[in-house]
């Protein structure tokens, strides 16, 4: 296994690092012209990788270290919650016709659903909703709790997990996203969503030569 591989966009990150450490994640962004959410993977590989030091209310120094991290290790160390994304939430209450529009509204493939204390009850997919959609009931009176996958039959992921575990849920549940949750008295909150598509991001950058 070869040693990790930087991109064009992450060389010029620890360039400005080098020049102006320690700097703040929002500053390398606009010295990029780039939003910082645009660069948090980027920012969390080289971290994980060993070339930044990261220092919460400080900013990211240059380790100045050789790095002998293998491919295999820097994907190992990569977490969810670097990547996840905002989560969609409905209420039980939604109904299937509301829940159809909103999903387009959000170009989203999955709906997460929550109960009137904002925990998680349940998911929806695509194909929950077009199952039910064929037929001739009246979309505007089922209300989405009816037609949902429930707990404990839902596969997510916490904050702290490696990509990898929640690759192999998306993987073995045959699921497009998974939500992200915090555990709280009660119940599950829902902080974020983990999709498909931003895992194969993350791991192609982990490859993209320069």
Request: aromatic share 6%; net charge neutral; hydrophobic share 40%.
């Amino acid at each position: 296994m070869s040693p990790i591989e930087l991109n064009k966009r992450q060389e010029d990150i620890l360039q400005i690092v080098k020049e102006n450490g320690p700097i703040t994640g929002e500053h390398i962004a606009e010295r990029l012209s780039l939003t910082r959410a645009t660069l948090r993977p980027d920012l969390a590989i080289l971290t994980m990788a060993g070339f930044l030091d990261a220092r919460p209310r400080v900013g990211y120094f240059y380790s100045g270290k050789k790095t002998s991290v293998t491919l295999t290790d820097s994907i190992n160390n990569l977490k969810v919650k670097d990547f996840h994304s905002g989560p969609v939430v409905v209420p039980e209450t939604m109904t299937v016709y509301d829940a159809i529009c909103f999903m387009f509204s959000e170009d989203v493939g999955t709906l997460f659903v929550v109960d009137k204390n904002e925990f998680l009850t349940g998911v929806l997919s695509r194909k929950d909703l077009l199952r039910t959609s064929i037929g001739t009931q009246d979309l505007n009176k089922i209300p989405v709790h009816i037609i949902m996958t429930r707990m404990p039959n839902i596969s997510y992921c916490e904050r702290s997990d490696s990509l990898v575990v929640a690759a192999n849920k998306l993987i073995e549940r045959e699921v497009d996203s998974l939500p992200v949750v915090e555990t709280q008295e009660g119940g599950l909150t829902i902080v974020g969503r983990l999709t498909k598509t931003t895992i194969t991001r993350a791991f192609l950058s982990l490859v993209q030569n320069v």
